[in-house]
């Protein structure tokens, strides 16, 4: 089986991808656009930024987190999102 088959978005299903750049404005734009291939939403989580990342993501992506100063490694972009719903045991 063909790698992109086994990557396809899988259909009735959301798959959600929380990417965390810092400073990535050369990069941002490429890996969102290949993300969003195999991903059905990707939330783009910038912490502060110094260069354009956050601008060039913000084309790309309906939903954003931004923080005007950086937080640094330590806090997981998920402290951010919402609370999700848990499935399974």
């Known amino acids: 089986?063909?790698?992109e088959t086994l990557l396809a978005k899988p259909p009735g299903r959301l798959i959600v991808v929380c990417m965390p750049p810092y400073n990535e404005e050369y990069a941002i734009a490429?890996?969102?656009?290949?993300t969003q291939k195999y991903f059905s939403k990707v939330v783009v989580c910038?912490?502060?930024s110094e260069d354009q990342t956050g601008e060039l993501a913000a084309l790309l992506v309906?939903?954003?987190?931004r923080d005007r100063q950086k937080k640094g490694e330590g806090l997981r972009p998920?402290?951010?999102v919402p609370a999700r719903p848990r499935y399974g045991g």
Not at 30 to 34: F, H, R
Not at 62 to 65: A, R
Request: net charge negative.
């Open 1 to 3: 089986m063909a790698l």
């Open 62 to 65: 309906t939903d954003m987190i």
């Open 30 to 34: 490429s890996v969102i656009i290949k």
């Open 46 to 48: 910038d912490d502060g």
């Open 78 to 80: 998920e402290a951010d």
